[in-house]
């Protein structure tokens, strides 16, 4: 049997079956990690031993008969830009190499109440300010066993891409669903953290775990907060399903063949699929840069040298040491975010560059809202992930077939906290089509 392949679903039946133990299926994981991170360093930081006596101190629970999580003995890598007590978080950059944050984030904390196992932090981008890594740690990880899931950020579509380009399924859930305390902040209107998993059931057990109102986080949505698990319905009569045809328009033919037979199959299960259209797309990317460069280059101010990460060496007064610090701490992507984002920011372009983006934002979330006056949910390829960001809304991206041996895939997009319609179309989808969990030849 090979565990590494398994979801978290089939694994905790064996788990409470107790055919396996968590402590061997935490070994057969961290076996995989120095395979893989030989190919592509897909972990950054590897906490052996913490998951080892974490995945014990599981065993010993269950043998005692305590009532335990689905989530209790699974182990999970974790993105490098969220916080872990006592584990290095750096988010792929020189500047934290050496940051050991002293407390969890939010997640954490729910995820090791849990009873989860985390295995060690995944590779990223510098801060995830590049859209480079759409193979990047996490999603390489959980494709290759190494991991059963992960957590990620998504700030403009990294999660999604990423999940998709394994095979995977990625949820980047509604604004503040989730909490952002502890998440190492790239541009903190659009970042929001959610799942990488292997399959839709995976998908909602993850996020009745993770998400929940925090105190600590400003933006964390009070509300009653749904079992997800209960939207896993193969049922999709009578639901409504916008094509927008800005998200069709020069994309791939073969891949928008592909999504069309999603589409027809979601009409022959009882869905009403029709074109409709978001005037504003068009606008989006160049919105998305402006407002995300802005707030990185407000949030990377932070990192100075003096109170933690790194410091350059060899400053003779605290402006030379801020310069040294920043110049030798960042690589070139961020340098140049936090020199456009100031010069967005500033006196001179604030109000015909920035507030004018933040306008632009208005029409495009004006947009969704008025397409989700009509439809339940929207199907699109996962070409334009940004605009989900900037409209706060959900979004869920899984594979539709293979391409010249690659995976590619489609994006369902709801209205504000409508996760369950996504996790039940998702479902209908994957339980009556063969696309949806197909892996390229690694």
Known sequence: MELNKLTIHELQALLAKKEISSLELTEKCLEQVENINEQNQAFITIAKEKALKAAQAVDEKRDRGEELSPLAGIPVALKDNICTEGITTSCGSKILHNFVPPYNAYVVERICEAEGIVLGKTNMDEFSLETTTSREGSGVAVANGVSVYALGSDTGGSLRRTAVANGLVGLKPTYGLVSRNGLVAYASSLDQIGPITKDVTDSALVLNTIAGHDAKDSTSLKIEYPDYTQFLKNDVQGLRIGLPQEYFNNENSALVDKIKEVAQKLEELGAIVEECSLPHTEYAQG?????????????????????????????????????????????????????????????????????????????????????????????????????????????????????????????LIGKELAEGTLLRIAYSIEQNTDQTRLKASL
Do not use: H, W
Request: proline share 5%; glycine share 8%; aromatic share 10%.
């Open 287 to 411: 919105v998305y840069e402006i407002i995300a460069t802005a707030e990185a280059s407000s949030n990377l101010a932070r990192y100075d040298g003096v109170r933690y990460g790194y410091r350059a060496a060899g400053a003779q007064d605290v402006d030379t040491l801020f310069v040294k610090t920043r110049s030798e701490g960042f690589g070139p992507e961020a340098k140049d975010k936090i020199i456009l984002g100031t010069y967005i920011l500033s006196s001179d372009s604030y109000e015909e560059i920035y507030l004018k983006a933040l306008k632009i934002r208005s029409l495009i979330k004006q947009d969704f809202e008025q397409a989700f006056s009509k439809y339940d949910c929207l199907l699109t390829p996962p070409v334009y992930t940004n605009p989900v960001n900037l409209a706060g809304i959900p979004a869920l991206t899984m594979t539709c077939g293979l391409i010249d041996n690659q995976p590619v895939g489609l994006q």
